[in-house]
């Protein structure tokens, strides 16, 4: 898996320097240096094309250890593919010069030096990654101001090519979350990624439109502990653009028939009511909540429902062609897990890789009740990816049952 930040700086001391020969205090003052410290913003790397977060800079100091005013330093990038803010800074009242470094758009090391008089340079080892293998580091419940641009990851599928932000975080407890991405400029689109394997990654849920007259993404789901990385892209190839992303923890329950995503390793503690979905996705009569899971296939999935206020009933189908236009059958469903007992189990061989609708309902049309829901988080799984490929399904409704067009 990659790292998910850059390198934090480390101020320490670069001792000693080539002591200036022949210098003159009214030549400048570059010519009193002795040595340089307190070195900040070395070994830092980010994605190709991105401004370094932290400034280059180092300390002056002359020959009774007071730092320089006004000397001149000299910044070069020796290696690699970046810019400077500048080539050529003076030192100010703390005796500190400093540059900002914009990263090129070639991968690899990059090397700046700092010179000032005939003092030992200052050598910075920088990295510019792969922006399709980093993630920046996010914190759930922080606000991202952010831009798609043309140095960004472009992932190409069905012949198109998509610009992606990532932003990776973990949770060390089940969590409920909300992520929201919102734009002036292109129609956003969110993809979402992890699971309980902090060692992989694998498609968690996606979202297109929050609503039918909105082309603003919002993306809901109930995750296992684990490590996750939101994707931020857009609906149309190649867009470009500012957006803004959010997030806030939600409460672990699903209701009022909203679109949510599970995965493995999860239990809610939740009730049918009577504003939930008022049917099953083939029709039929029956409160019930549902909820998606990304399923790959050569595993299996174990789904369980209990409840002693009603009798449980659990349905899975595919979210493929013919759920979309009619719901088809479920591939599994089950109502008494065994006799004498109506508790529901499902434990369900995974044929084909795709999207998993889950209805966690009951068998009697007007039953309410409280129920505990669980998803094994065990399985005999084909193997999943630092990062999987990214998948294109057609937009998603924010609320069920709503018909959904294929992406055009």
């Not at 949770?171 to 902090?198: E, N």
């Not at 603003?216 to 857009?234: E, F, W």
């Not at 599994?332 to 499902?346: K, L, R, W, Y």
Request: include cysteine; glycine fraction near 10%; hydrophobic fraction near 40%.
């Amino acid at each position: 898996m990659k790292a998910l930040s850059f390198f934090l700086p480390v101020a320490v001391a670069v001792l000693g320097g080539a002591v200036a020969c022949g210098g003159s205090d009214s030549t400048g003052p570059e010519n009193r240096a002795r040595r340089t410290t307190a070195v900040v913003g070395d070994s830092q790397s980010a994605p190709t094309g991105t401004v370094l977060p932290i400034p280059l800079s180092f300390v002056v100091l002359d020959a009774g250890d007071v730092p320089l005013v006004g000397a001149t330093v000299t910044w070069k990038v020796t290696s690699g593919s970046a810019s400077l803010s500048a080539s050529a800074t003076k030192t100010d009242a703390n005796g500190t010069a400093q540059t900002t470094v914009t990263l090129g758009n070639t991968i690899g090391p990059v090397g700046v030096r700092g010179t000032v008089g005939s003092v030992a340079p200052v050598n910075f080892s920088l990295a510019a990654l792969d922006p399709c293998g980093y993630a920046a580091v996010y914190t759930i419940g922080s606000t991202v101001n952010g831009a798609l641009t043309t140095g960004d990851c472009r992932q190409v599928f069905s012949g198109n090519g998509y610009y992606y932000d990532y932003y990776g975080f973990t949770t060390g407890a089940q969590q409920g979350l909300t992520v929201t991405m919102s734009s002036t400029s292109f129609d956003t689109w969110i993809d979402f990624y992890g699971g309980p394997d902090t060692a992989q990654l694998d498609v968690v849920g996606f979202n297109n439109d929050l609503s039918l007259t909105s082309t603003n993404s919002l993306m809901q789901a109930i995750v296992a502990p684990g490590a996750y990385q939101i994707g931020a892209n857009s609906n149309r190839p190649n867009a470009t653009g500012s957006y803004t992303l959010t997030s806030a923890v939600r409460p672990q329950t699903v209701s009022g028939c909203q679109a949510i995503f599970f995965t493995r390793g999860i239990s809610v503690s939740d009730s049918v009511t009577a504003t939930d979905c008022p049917t099953d996705f083939q029709g039929n009569a029956g409160y019930g909540d549902a909820a998606l899971i990304f399923l790959r296939a050569g595993s299996v999935v174990t789904l369980s429902e209990h409840s002693a206020a009603i009798n449980p009933e659990l349905k899975l189908y595919a979210y493929d062609s013919t759920f979309r236009t009619s719901a088809g059958t479920p591939v599994a469903m089950n109502d008494d897990s065994a006799a004498g007992s109506t508790n529901a189990f499902i434990s369900y061989p995974v044929t084909v890789t795709n999207f998993y609708v889950i209805f966690i309902g009951t068998s009697a049309p007007s039953q309410t009740g409280a129920y505990t829901f669980g998803i094994s988080a065990s399985a005999t799984a084909a193997g999943s990816k630092a990062r999987p490929e990214p998948l294109r399904f057609p937009p998603l409704p924010s609320h069920w049952p709503v018909s959904v067009a294929r992406r055009s």
